[in-house]
């Protein structure tokens, strides 16, 4: 039988000096997870959340700045009318349950996407209990919901445009500051899981010169050691940003 990973051994092989400020990731893979078990995809969709929080603890452990999670795409509205509520109540639930522990930790939640086709009441009601945590100065977690790397760049020329002193100011200082990460620094890491290789419209702009880990592993089996494994090959890489080594 394969050794069972060890969680402690692999983090005592992490150089806590040389961690990504920032993670995204890309949770793919439920609908598959779900279909293996001959249930529905919103048990997969379930199941994914439980790894959210692995994630997140293990953020908290090693004192990341930064976590992402591309929870419903603009391209997720194609997708079965029971499907999309499923997950639009889902991701309600799961932030009202988890508020008291999110705040145990010092954690900031905010949510970066569109308004578009969500409602009005909807929006509200997830905005405020988001803001439960806007006072906690730890880890930030993003959830990209109703999210869409090139509707966040429209959405940023737009304001840009808009304003007529900046139009000929334009740089690419500017538009990072449209965008709705403003403020963050860009992601290090970006962690695929299922296997598939491509980005799906996740952070376009800001994934410029970010290192791409992409894992066979399903979402809802993503746990700390995956975490660990990720970041263990993120140390391995050598960031050049278009340089040369000396
Ligand atoms: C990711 O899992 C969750 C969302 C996109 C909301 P999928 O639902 O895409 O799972 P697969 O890709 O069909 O297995
Ligand atoms: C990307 O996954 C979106 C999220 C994880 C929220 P998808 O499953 O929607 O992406 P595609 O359709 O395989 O590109
Ligand atoms: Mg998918």
Not at 237 to 246: A, C, I, P, S
């Amino acid at each position: 039988m394969a050794k069972k990973v060890d969680y402690k051994e692999l983090l005592q092989e992490l150089d806590m000096s040389r961690l990504p400020r920032h993670i995204g990731i890309i949770m793919d893979g439920n609908g598959r997870w779900a279909k293996e078990r001959k249930r529905p995809r919103l048990y997969g969709h379930r199941e994914g959340a439980k790894s959210i929080r692995q994630v997140v603890e293990l953020a908290v452990e090693l004192g990341l700045e930064y976590l992402t999670f591309y929870a419903f795409s603009t391209e997720n509205w194609n997708r079965p009318e029971d499907e999309v509520q499923g997950l639009l109540k889902l991701l309600k639930e799961r932030l009202i349950k988890e508020i008291p522990e999110l705040n145990k930790q010092n954690i900031l939640v905010r949510f970066i996407g569109s308004d578009l086709n969500l409602e009005p009441g909807y929006l509200k009601e997830i905005h405020e209990v988001a803001a439960l945590t806007r006072d906690n100065t730890g880890l930030v977690v993003n959830i990209a919901f109703n999210y869409g790397g090139r509707l966040e760049i429209v959405e940023a020329i737009k304001r840009i445009a808009a304003n007529p002193e900046e139009l000929n100011q334009i740089d690419e200082q500017l538009i990072s500051d449209n965008l709705w990460t403003a403020g963050q620094p860009d992601p290090d890491l970006i962690i695929r899981t299922s296997g598939e290789s491509r980005l799906s419209n996740f952070l376009l702009w800001q994934s410029a010169y970010a290192e791409i880990y992409i894992t066979a592993t399903l979402w809802p089996d993503f746990d700390k050691v995956a975490l660990l494994t990720a970041l263990l090959d993120y140390q391995k890489r050598d960031r050049r940003f278009g340089g040369v080594k000396q």
